[in-house]
């Protein structure tokens, strides 16, 4: 069974940056694809990022786009989160999720997640 992990969350001032991780276990680790998604309070997760299984295929939510970079290396089963010019509405709780091989923005076709991570950015 899968099991992903997330870790670099912390506090950090606006314009900062973190990079968040995410570890895969289990043998079908290679082919899945990864996602990241974010949760405030009261609110519905988001779709904040993902990459397909082979790293050829990305896409991001519009308001991280030129900020954040996705990528993975598949040799440690793990992916990241690179986070650039932080807002202070990027606050929130950081979910790692994986499916098998493509990429989706839906939280519900994702099939194994992680405990979350949280991520604060002060003005």
């Known amino acids: 069974q899968v099991q992903v992990i997330e870790s670099g969350g912390g506090l950090v001032q606006a314009g900062g940056s973190l990079r968040l991780s995410c570890a895969a276990s289990?043998?079908?680790?290679?082919?899945?694809?990864m996602g990241w998604f974010r949760q405030i309070p009261e609110k519905e997760r988001e779709f904040v990022s993902a990459i397909n299984w082979s790293g050829g295929r990305t896409d991001y939510t519009d308001s991280v786009k030129g900020r954040f970079t996705i990528s993975r290396d598949n040799a440690k089963n793990t992916a990241y989160l690179e986070m650039n010019s932080l807002k202070p509405e990027d606050t929130a709780v950081y979910y790692c999720a994986a499916r098998p091989w493509q990429i989706s923005t839906v939280p519900s076709e994702y099939v194994t997640w992680g405990q979350g991570t949280q991520v604060t950015v002060s003005s």
């Open positions: 289990g043998r079908t680790s290679s082919t899945l694809a």
